[in-house]
């Protein structure tokens, strides 16, 4: 089945230790995003791509990057995590097709220590 | 950006209907209404979106208020497997990305 693949699931990381975390896609959508979602909290937009051009929200903090080598692939850069970045991290795909209907992985929960 | 009002839980009996209510008072009249669910320990999905007229499809029936200002979600006949995280969205209709996601709706099924 196509589908939205995150790892790891779980990621436990030191304050201040840069970190990774991937997503991989096989529905082959041009729009690739990354969502940050606290506890009992909606999701929120750090940055999106469409193909190759990175879209990066306002409110983004610095400390977040991201990579999209090829289609398929897209990596989420957290160069010094805070305690405050403990949080699930979403990546979703979208074709421009499907009326915006975004695709959502099932998460990677960062842990900061 | 236009902004969507969701109660904060809401508790339903198993197999029967659950209307979902939302209310986007300041809505444009561009904005698609969307509903994602997000069950424990998973990533949101899609659940239905529409513009101004009402909407099925397997998973829930769309109504839409004449004027648009609220919105309904139903479903017709709630499983346990529905317990769920239901957010009521709104899409700029000049943006191919953008979801404004409201507070969501804490769906409870009582067995």
Redesign the interface.
């Known amino acids: 089945d196509a589908m939205v693949i995150q790892n790891p699931r779980y990621q436990v990381t030191q304050f201040g230790k840069p970190v990774t975390l991937s997503c991989s896609q096989t529905l082959n959508h041009n729009v690739m995003y990354w969502y940050q979602q606290k506890s009992s909290q909606a999701p929120k937009l750090l940055f999106h791509y469409y193909d190759k051009d990175f879209n990066n929200e306002a409110d983004t903090p610095d400390n977040f990057q991201s990579r999209r080598p090829n289609t398929s692939f897209c990596f989420l850069d957290i160069r010094s995590p805070g305690l405050g970045d403990a949080a699930m991290y979403l990546c979703a795909t979208s074709s421009l097709t499907q009326n915006n209907e975004q695709f959502f992985g099932p998460g990677t929960r960062l842990t900061v220590l | 950006d236009a902004k969507t009002t969701q109660p904060n839980s809401m508790e339903s009996n198993e197999e029967e209907p659950v209307h979902l209510p939302c209310n986007h008072s300041t809505i444009s009249g561009t904005d698609?209404i969307?509903w994602?669910r997000q069950l424990p320990?998973?990533?949101?999905?899609?659940v239905i979106?529409g513009l101004t007229s009402n909407v099925n499809n397997r998973m829930a029936s769309l109504a839409i208020a004449e004027d648009r200002k609220s919105s309904t979600l139903i479903l017709h006949r709630a499983t346990l497997r529905d317990a769920a995280v239901y957010?009521c969205i709104l899409?700029p209709g000049d943006?191919?990305?953008?979801?404004i996601?409201?507070?969501?709706t804490k769906l409870i099924i009582k067995p």
Not at chain 2, 41 to 46: I, L, N, T
Not at chain 2, 95 to 99: A, G, T, V
Not at chain 2, 101 to 104: D, K, L, Q
């Open positions: 698609y969307h994602y320990s998973q990533g949101p999905e899609y979106h957010y899409s943006s191919n990305y953008q979801l996601w409201g507070a969501g």
